[in-house]
């Protein structure tokens, strides 16, 4: 068995070999060219993405440091802010995150998002008053606009987004 099972892994890793290979530097390739099987399930066409083209974008949802950081990126920010207070060991936080990013995702960079863990940064959430997570705070020009606590659906969230960006 332990046999077998060392011919399908060198089998498989001398196939995965000869997918990378150019046709022409691997004999074995132009031997099965020569035959009348089609190459095409040995090693298929493939094209490889070019480079991805650098954009000077700047980051929309972001993980907060310390309290300097806070204080640079968030109060000082020239974007509305929302900050999400979460934990890791949150099991609403963790529905509440992905659908705020999606909502900010829909604003195209005129909001950005703070991520505050609350057991990382008690003296942040003591600061915010925080007492429940999810606590989502709205924050514009360094004072807080709007806040909620909890889960909220997507046309909610839109909503509280689109305030907060003043639309």
Same mark, same amino acid.
């Given at each position: 068995?332990?046999?077998?099972?060392?011919?399908?892994?060198?089998?498989?890793?001398?196939?995965?070999?000869?997918?990378?290979? !150019?046709?022409?530097?691997?004999?074995?390739?132009?031997?099965?060219?020569?035959?009348?099987? !089609?190459?095409?399930? =040995?090693?298929?066409?493939?094209?490889?993405?070019?480079?991805?083209?650098?954009?000077?974008?700047?980051?929309?949802?972001?993980?907060?440091?310390?309290?300097? /950081?806070?204080?640079?990126?968030? =109060?000082?920010?020239?974007?509305?802010?929302?900050? /999400?207070?979460?934990?890791?060991?949150? $099991?609403?936080?963790? =529905?509440?995150?992905?659908?705020?990013?999606?909502?900010?995702?829909?604003?195209?960079?005129?909001?950005?998002?703070?991520?505050?863990?609350?057991?990382?940064?008690?003296?942040?959430?003591?600061?915010? $008053?925080?007492?429940?997570? !999810?606590?989502?705070?709205?924050?514009?020009?360094? /004072?807080?606009?709007?806040?909620?606590?909890?889960?909220?659906?997507?046309?909610?969230?839109?909503?509280?987004?689109?305030?907060?960006?003043?639309?």
């Amino acid at each position: 068995m332990a046999h077998r099972l060392l011919v399908c892994r060198i089998w498989t890793h001398s196939v995965k070999d000869l997918r990378c290979l !150019p046709a022409s530097t691997s004999s074995f390739s132009t031997s099965l060219r020569s035959s009348t099987t !089609p190459l095409s399930f =040995i090693s298929p066409k493939r094209t490889l993405p070019r480079s991805l083209p650098h954009t000077s974008r700047r980051e929309v949802s972001f993980n907060v440091q310390d309290h300097e /950081d806070f204080t640079e990126r968030v =109060i000082n920010s020239d974007l509305p802010v929302l900050i /999400d207070f979460h934990a890791q060991w949150c $099991g609403p936080c963790k =529905i509440l995150g992905p659908r705020l990013e999606k909502a900010i995702a829909k604003q195209k960079g005129k909001v950005a998002m703070a991520k505050v863990d609350i057991d990382d940064h008690t003296d942040l959430a003591i600061e915010y $008053g925080v007492s429940a997570v !999810p606590t989502v705070i709205a924050m514009r020009g360094g /004072d807080v606009i709007d806040q909620f606590v909890g889960i909220k659906d997507d046309e909610a969230l839109d909503s509280f987004v689109s305030k907060l960006v003043g639309q």
